[in-house]
C-alpha cells in the first residue's frame, strides 16, 4: 500500500510563501495523476491543484496564479508552492492521488495569519 507523508505547513503572515512537500511511498507513485487537497476547520476537504503523468496542471480558481504544483517521479514526491498566501487558505493540506485512494497522510497544518 502506498504511505504518503505531507510536510512543510507552519504559521506564516498574509502575502508570504510556503512550500509543502510530500513523499509518497511505493514504485508506483509514477504512474498516476496526483493532487494537494486541503480541509478548513468545518468544511469539506477540496482539491486545490493537481498535475498528470505528463505534469499538465490545473488548479482551482481560488488559487489559480498563487500556487504551483510540481512532481519528481524519480523521488516519488509531490510539492506545492504556495505564494501571496491568504487567510483564507488556512486548511490541513493533504496530498493524495486524483481522484483520491480510500487513505490520506496525516496531512500538514498551514495557518496564515497575521
Known amino acids: 500500500q502506498v504511505q504518503l507523508a505531507e510536510s512543510g505547513g507552519g504559521l506564516v503572515q498574509p502575502g508570504g510563501s510556503l512550500r509543502l512537500s510530500c513523499a509518497a511511498s511505493g514504485s508506483i507513485f509514477s504512474i498516476y495523476r496526483m493532487g494537494w487537497y486541503r480541509q478548513a476547520p468545518g468544511k469539506q476537504r477540496e482539491l486545490v491543484a493537481a498535475i498528470t503523468t505528463g505534469r499538465s496542471t490545473n488548479y482551482a480558481d481560488s488559487v489559480k496564479g498563487r500556487f504551483t504544483i510540481t512532481r519528481d517521479n524519480a523521488k516519488n514526491t509531490v510539492s506545492l508552492q504556495m505564494n501571496s498566501l491568504k487567510p483564507e487558505d488556512t486548511a490541513v493540506y493533504y496530498c493524495?492521488?486524483?481522484?483520491?485512494?480510500?487513505?490520506w497522510g496525516q496531512g500538514t497544518q498551514v495557518t496564515v495569519s497575521s
Open positions: 493524495n492521488r486524483n481522484p483520491p485512494w480510500g487513505f
